[in-house]
């Protein structure tokens, strides 16, 4: 058995999954009470906060899904 090792610390862009979980949770909160928070759910996709890149600032979902070189098969 074989163990893959990255080349780099990856930790940060996996981080990115934990802006997903804030997002389901505030999806979850508003179908609870019959309301989305839809400004709170902008502000995570927009500004992340659980991801840093290497200068400090956030890394987003949103910047990911506008970037042209992120290509899905």
């Known amino acids: 058995m074989s163990t893959y090792t990255p080349v780099s610390n990856v930790e940060p862009q996996l981080k990115l999954a934990l ?3 804030d997002i389901e949770g ?3 909160q508003g179908v609870k009470a019959g309301s989305v928070n839809w400004a709170a759910v902008k502000k ?3 500004k992340g906060g ?3 890149r290497g200068d400090g600032s956030n890394r987003t979902i949103a ?3 506008a970037n042209p070189a ?3 098969p």
């Open 19 to 21: 802006d997903t979980r």
């Open 26 to 28: 505030l999806l979850a």
């Open 44 to 46: 995570v996709y927009e």
């Open 50 to 52: 659980n991801s840093q």
């Open 63 to 65: 910047a990911i899904a």
């Open 70 to 72: 992120v290509r899905w």
